[in-house]
């Protein structure tokens, strides 16, 4: 009679305990996408499209106008832009050409080559014949001395006395490039007409002494000389100007003004996921067209200097100079955007997605069961970094985004390496994060058995009076009395007859 009453009391607990599972799936909240889909209008998703379209146009002039109003503006970052210039061997060659004709054109030489050897074939002890060929020589003492001169130049453009000087140049004339990229004129860095030029009258005075020390004292009487080279010659100066004007005004806002219409974006989204990766492509994608857009400039440029000024290898070198640290963040917002467009592929619902998340688990999973057949052990740790592990992968992530955005001038390479460091921590948080050891199934009157998964909840057992299977054949009945043990044992029920919930 007791045993009617256990089992009866069993099977009231098993009927509660179905009654509540099947309310619990009834009321079940529907998954986050979902609540979202139904409670966003189709008006969100337009203006998640508005925003990112946006931002993704003024991206490239966002960098134009760091560039203006960082490496322009700032002296020091000024004077690094256009070192590499004077160790340039075309802007050398052409201002070592510059200079040693604007040498000769105000010391005549060949004219004090000529009274001097005159002086001389007058000299009463001179032969005849010598004296009438003494006026013939002026013209190749002349030329020796222009070889000469240009020979002292050559050595003093390409020496690191000339690099100093060139810095210091540019540094003093700073302020005038401020000043002429703004409108206005003066110092030695000046706009005139259609011409941008750099005046060489520091670079002449230290030829003027490199002369004199070598013996050629006649360079002495080189007069004070204001000469200008000229970097840029184009009729549209003025045009450019105006635009420098619009960039250095927007400044560094309008990249922060990017950045939160691409949030907005994202934000206002119905797939966040997809919105990300179409933002990190739209990104990628005006970096492509600034790069088409510096080209055409250069080609511009290029065409526009005219061949006695600048040859065509000097200009495409002074262009290239000018705009390297443009196209050095062109280079990194590119990278950037691709590293990202691959991160939220990887994270989404396809199949090549799937496989390589199970890859790359699986990968880890295999070293840290090596590791702990070797004797690995990280015990607490190990289960902490698994219970907050998709915490800490969010944590390096923005560690690196972090990173990235306090570089002081990151490039491609720089922006692949912190990509590849944050990889390298994911993995090492997968391999740390130990899943908690698996539950084992103990069966009555024996050893237990282990599990290849953890056990939430196990099957009640039922009395062997009420056992019943759900193919033909016999119920099942108790068991009888093993060789081992008189005590019958019961054995776990694997399915629950559907009956006993009526």
Request: aromatic share 6%; proline share 7%; charged share 15%.
């Amino acid at each position: 009679m007791s045993d009617a009453k256990e089992d009866a009391k069993e099977v009231e607990r098993l009927r509660a305990r179905v009654a509540e599972l099947e309310a619990q799936l009834t009321t079940a909240e529907p998954p986050p996408s979902a609540k979202t889909h139904r409670r966003k209008s189709p008006w969100w998703a337009v203006s998640s499209a508005v925003l990112i379209t946006l931002a993704c146009v003024l991206a490239p002039l966002s960098v134009a106008t760091v560039w203006a109003s960082t490496e322009l503006s700032d002296t020091d970052a000024y004077v690094e832009t256009v070192a590499p210039l004077a160790n340039d061997p075309a802007v050398q060659n052409a201002i070592a050409g510059e200079v040693t004709t604007v040498i000769f054109d105000n010391l005549d030489v060949q004219g004090f080559t000529t009274d001097a050897l005159s002086t001389l074939a007058d000299q009463p002890n001179v032969p005849p014949r010598i004296a009438d060929a003494l006026p013939a020589l002026a013209v190749p003492i002349t030329n020796g001395v222009r070889s000469f001169t240009r020979d002292q130049v050559d050595k003093l453009v390409a020496s690191p006395q000339f690099a100093q000087l060139w810095d210091q140049v540019n540094r003093v004339a700073h302020e005038q490039v401020n000043v002429l990229l703004s409108g206005q004129q003066g110092g030695a860095l000046s706009a005139q007409g259609n011409q941008i030029t750099l005046n060489l009258g520091p670079v002449i005075d230290q030829v003027k002494t490199r002369l004199v020390d070598q013996g050629f004292t006649l360079a002495s009487r080189i007069p004070a000389i204001d000469k200008s080279f000229v970097l840029v010659q184009s009729d549209s100066i003025s045009q450019a100007q105006g635009f420098y004007r619009t960039l250095n005004t927007l400044g560094v806002w309008l990249p922060v003004a990017v950045l939160v219409l691409l949030a907005a974006g994202v934000v206002l989204a119905r797939d966040r996921r997809r919105a990300v990766l179409k933002a990190a492509l739209g990104l990628t994608g005006g970096m492509l067209v600034l790069g088409v857009a510096l080209a055409l400039a250069r080609s511009w440029y290029v065409g526009t200097t005219p061949a006695d000024i600048l040859n065509e290898r000097a200009a495409g070198d002074v262009f290239d100079t000018l705009v390297r640290f443009m196209r050095t963040g062109l280079r990194m917002v590119a990278v950037a955007g691709l590293v990202i467009a691959l991160g939220a592929v990887l994270t989404g619902p396809s199949s090549f997605a799937v496989k390589t998340r199970a890859t790359f688990e699986g990968g880890m999973g295999s070293l840290r069961g090596g590791a702990e057949s070797a004797g690995w052990n990280t015990g607490r740790f190990g289960a902490w970094v698994f219970s907050y592990k998709r915490a800490l992968q969010a944590t390096a992530a923005i560690l690196g985004g972090l990173v990235l955005v306090f570089w002081a001038r990151p490039t491609g390479w720089v922006v692949l390496g912190i990509a590849l460091a944050v990889v390298l921590v994911l993995a090492v948080i997968e391999f740390l994060a130990t899943p908690p050891a698996p539950l084992a199934t103990v069966p009555a009157g024996g050893e237990p058995e282990p599990s290849g998964a953890a056990v939430v909840e196990e099957a009640p057992h039922l009395p062997a009076q009420k056992q019943r299977t759900t193919t033909a054949g016999p119920p099942v009945g108790a068991s009888t009395p093993s060789s081992e043990t008189s005590a019958p044992t019961k054995p776990p029920v694997s399915t629950v007859d559907p009956s006993l919930k009526e």
